[in-house]
């Protein structure tokens, strides 16, 4: 299988993508985010 530069480019574009969309799901609502504060409760009068 021989996959032109421009192909092999798109394939590495979309991974880089999606492997950083899936970071950011998991540090938003997996086990990381217990140690997010939310800064709208700490000003809260």
Do not use: K, N, R
């Not at 574009?13 to 969309?21: D, K, L």
């Amino acid at each position: 299988m021989d996959l032109e530069p421009a192909m092999m480019l798109g394939i590495t574009f979309c991974a880089a993508v999606v492997a950083i969309t899936g970071m950011a799901i998991y540090t938003s609502f997996g086990p990381p985010s217990q140690e997010l504060d939310d800064p709208f409760d700490d000003h809260e009068d």
